[in-house]
Nanobody
Framework: QVMLIESGGGLVQAGDSLRLSCAASGSLFTMAWFRQGPGKEREFVASIYESGGTRYADSLQGQGRFTISRDNAKNTVYLQMSNLKPEDTAVYYC????????????????WGQGTQVTVSS
């Protein structure tokens, strides 16, 4: 059983930056971040494959505010968030799969406990 441990959430002001980390207890091919805002469904944010290939949510494409990366030697994935907005407020979840998967939460086998990100205006 693979465990995912997230860290790095917190309370920030609009325009600030924050970096989330997720350490996995084993090697996984696809690692991703999802988020769930107040009263909203969980949504895909970004994913990264073992090769380094990335995928971002359509809503974030072109903005350049979020960057996903990973350190395979540490089995850790990161989400660098900049120019944060109040609408980014959510619980951010790390997810992973041993297979090539994409944006659907149902495709991921392993989940972290979530870390709260709150952006004040």
């Amino acid at each position: 059983q693979v465990m995912l441990i997230e860290s790095g959430g917190g309370l920030v002001q609009a325009g600030d930056s924050l970096r989330l980390s997720c350490a996995a207890s084993g090697s996984l091919f696809t690692m991703a971040w999802f988020r769930q805002g107040p009263g909203k469904e969980r949504e895909f944010v970004a994913s990264i494959y073992e090769s380094g290939g990335t995928r971002y949510a359509d809503s974030l494409q072109g903005q350049g505010r979020f960057t996903i990366s990973r350190d395979n030697a540490k089995n850790t994935v990161y989400l660098q968030m900049s120019n944060l907005k109040p609408e980014d407020t959510a619980v951010y979840y790390c997810a992973a799969s041993s297979m090539v998967v994409h944006t659907s939460s149902g495709q991921y086998d392993y989940w972290g406990q979530g870390t709260q990100v709150t952006v004040s205006s």
